[in-house]
């Protein structure tokens, strides 16, 4: 079993786990990643010791293979230049298979969610202040 990681072409900030050699009849598949430096498994907010078995947003099946679509959520926390194995968990219960991850390509990572986007004050926009008006010009004996 090879595993690629690509972006996804249409939706910045998404991304495709291409699972290469691998037969199943089922959409219905679980999937783990195991960070290499320190072994923790990714879970969808952040990276655990105890195991986690994510589900992909949607599957397509092309034998003998699969594209697993995945979301901001697993694309946020994978980083190019750390090593990640992967693992596959069967629908029917069979016994997982595991690869190392490799990146295809550079990472396109989701743009920030903006804080407090719904209750944000509104924007103040800094301007420098306008220019003093000209000084009028006064005589010494105080006429103009």
């Known amino acids: 079993m ?11 900030g998404y ?6 050699n691998i ?4 959409a219905d598949v679980r999937f783990a990643l195991i960070r290499s430096s320190d072994h923790n498994h990714m879970h969808p907010e952040r990276w655990e ?26 694309v946020r926390q994978l980083d190019e ?14 016994n997982p298979e595991q690869a190392t991850l490799e990146f295809a390509e550079s990472i396109v990572y989701p743009p920030e969610k903006e804080r407090d986007s719904v209750n944000a004050a509104p924007m103040t926009i ?14 010494p004996t105080g006429k103009r």
């Open 49 to 74: 010791a105890a195991e986690c078995r994510l589900k992909p947003d949607s599957v397509t099946i092309d034998h003998p293979g699969l594209c697993l679509n995945i979301g901001p959520d697993v």
């Open 23 to 26: 037969e199943t009849a089922s």
């Open 81 to 94: 230049l750390d090593t990640y194995r992967f693992v596959f968990f069967p629908p029917a219960g069979g």
């Open 126 to 139: 800094k301007t420098d202040p306008a220019p003093a008006p000209p000084p009028k010009y006064v005589t």
């Open 2 to 12: 090879n595993v690629r990681y690509k972006n996804h072409p249409r939706k910045p």
């Open 15 to 20: 991304g495709m786990l291409y699972v290469e």
